[in-house]
């Protein structure tokens, strides 16, 4: 990932969400929030066990999307978690045929409240390795310009 002039760069111009040239986490989702026209809500949610290879899962409903993700051992991991979500938010795997496990973890749903879901654990699965790779170069920028933002309110 290139940078230019003081800034990290977004990861891929062509991302198309209307990320700023410097961006924080709460501008991909305010950025996200507006391009797909709702909310976003991320939630800890204890039932998912990365024992069973799920570390995060995306529900896009009729009331918005969710990010539920394991409790994590850091906000490190708990970040990069989300991340991998948001990146099959921007990458736009909704649209995408979906792996739907909503039903095994929200039973008592209509299935049609569930409009997509995107469980997580599949390494082998092209979908999971285009959003992890995004998400490591949204991790890589967001650490570039924390520290660029650090140094220039020390020494200006």
Do not use: C
Request: aromatic share 6%; charged share 25%.
């Amino acid at each position: 990932m290139a940078s230019t002039g003081r800034h990290a760069q977004a990861p891929d111009s062509s991302l198309g969400i209307g990320l700023p040239e410097s961006f924080t986490f709460n501008d991909i989702v305010t950025a996200l929030e507006r391009e797909r026209e709702t909310t976003i809500k991320i939630v800890e949610f204890p039932e998912i066990s990365p024992q069973d290879g799920l570390f995060g899962i995306w529900l896009n409903t009729k009331f918005g999307d969710y990010v539920l993700h394991a409790p994590a051992p850091s906000e490190l991991h708990r970040r990069q978690i989300i991340l991998h979500e948001l990146a099959h938010m921007i990458l736009g795997h909704d649209l995408a045929e979906g792996q739907s496990s909503a039903a095994k973890l929200f039973p008592d749903l209509p299935e049609d409240a569930v409009i997509r879901t995107l469980a997580r654990g599949h390494e082998d699965n092209q979908l999971e390795r285009e959003a992890e790779s995004l998400a490591d170069r949204l991790a890589h920028s967001l650490r570039i310009n924390a520290q660029q933002s650090s140094f220039s309110r020390v020494f200006g």
